[in-house]
């Protein structure tokens, strides 16, 4: 017989979010005809912009020619889609050949636990995006959970709470080889401000550990003086790897088109350029992303698709804004909501499952319980401004109704 991954069986309670979509399968057998509201799950919700589709549409009738047919594609990507990064989202500050073309953040963040190996030590925001740890615990670079703490260990949580602006504490930070950052945060939404990358970045040097920071929801920022990118800080090309994503940004999530970004500055401890091992991943463990999805994305980076993915985003941040005030005015502790479309609510009397499940029988919302992104988790609630706008109304007005005996 075949032995099981063992790392595999290190993972409690199921990923977040099937877990929550098993309790929403239970709620429904009982009530199943309950009208649920869900503002769990990040998921986008607005057509994309038809300036975009036209060019997956032109792409797709181009295949069925002899001229327009193409087959796999560089594994980087095409040129003219890095080069249009490089411009429309970077300000032609990046070479073209430090940016790779993939079919997700998520697909990304995996394979790159896949090139720092099995033995590369990891620190995280906690709370922060399950997929961080999960990877690191099936590649093996954890032992066992434990429950008592709801941490696994050989894994550094890197707390993130109201009381130190949900940015780390550093000076209590152990040394890792690699650093997870996601700013703006989910699930928290807040964004970090330039001092804070500063000694981020700093704290990287001094531990000669590489930063592996989460820009998919930089287009969200709406202060000009934050940062949107982790290279505009000094010295960031030396230690850190940036992430980006299409899929909240012109409702790709499930067209599926991301990048990465390894400058060439950025070394391994023996001075082998980092860039080089990611490129040879990339060529063995993936064939390159979708043409249709690439095409999508260079229209997306045009002045015409830019106008059209500003719109999407100003609209899910409306949404955000009538979720923060009807919380707000029920005073509630509300975090987020200004430069990313979730919210972080704190529930003092009630721990996250308990919370969850008083919104879901209660008013029939589903929302995601804070601590499946971490400890510091514990007694909050995330909520996602990805949704239709009249379920959006028709959910504040059942939080309206009923916050107040929460």
Request: with cysteine; glycine share 8%.
């Amino acid at each position: 017989m075949v032995k099981r991954n063992p790392h595999l069986a290190k993972l409690h309670a199921g990923y977040l979010f099937p877990e929550i979509a098993k309790r929403k399968r239970l709620f429904l057998e009982k009530q199943p005809n309950a009208k649920l509201i869900s503002l769990g799950i990040g998921d986008t919700t607005e057509p994309i912009p038809s300036f975009i589709t036209d060019r997956f549409k032109a792409t797709a009738d181009a295949l069925a020619t002899y001229e327009g047919y193409s087959g796999y594609g560089p594994e980087q990507g095409h040129l003219d889609l890095r080069q249009a990064i490089s411009k429309a989202l970077y300000q032609n500050q990046l070479d073209v050949n430090e940016i790779f073309i993939s079919d997700g953040s998520k697909c990304d963040i995996g394979r790159l636990q896949v090139m720092f190996g099995s033995q590369a030590s990891i620190a995280v925001q906690d709370p922060s995006y399950p997929v961080y740890v999960d990877t690191g615990v099936i590649m093996g670079q954890t032992s066992l959970y434990q429950p008592q703490i709801r941490q696994y260990a050989g894994i550094a949580y890197m707390p993130c709470r109201p009381e130190n602006h949900f940015f780390p504490s550093l000076e209590l930070v152990s040394r890792t080889d690699i650093i997870y950052f996601c700013s703006p945060n989910n699930p928290t939404g807040a964004a970090a401000t330039r001092d804070q990358l500063r000694q981020l970045v700093q704290f990287a040097k001094q531990n000669k550990s590489i930063l592996i920071y989460d820009a998919a929801y930089a287009c969200y920022i709406r202060d000009p003086s934050l940062p949107r990118s982790i290279y505009e800080i000094e010295g960031a090309r030396e230690v850190a790897i940036e992430l980006g994503s299409f899929s909240k940004m012109a409702g790709f999530t499930g067209v599926r088109l991301a990048w990465s970004i390894v400058p060439q500055e950025l070394r391994f401890e023996d001075g082998h350029p980092v860039h080089q091992d990611w490129s040879r991943i990339n060529s063995t463990f993936f064939n390159g992303a979708s043409n249709l999805a690439q095409a999508g994305g260079l229209a997306a980076l045009q002045p015409e698709g830019c106008q059209a993915m500003e719109r999407l985003i100003t609209f899910y941040m409306e949404n955000a804004a009538l979720l923060r005030q009807v919380f707000e005015a029920h005073g509630y502790s509300v975090y987020g909501g200004i430069h990313t479309p979730y919210l972080w609510v704190k529930f003092p009397h009630h721990t996250s499952w308990e919370a969850f499940e008083i919104l879901l029988e209660k008013i029939h919302i589903i929302s995601t319980p804070g601590s499946g992104f971490g400890p510091a988790g514990e007694g909050f609630l995330r909520f996602s401004a990805f949704g239709y706008r009249d379920r959006i109304e028709e959910a504040v007005r059942r939080l309206k109704k009923h916050l107040s005996s929460i």
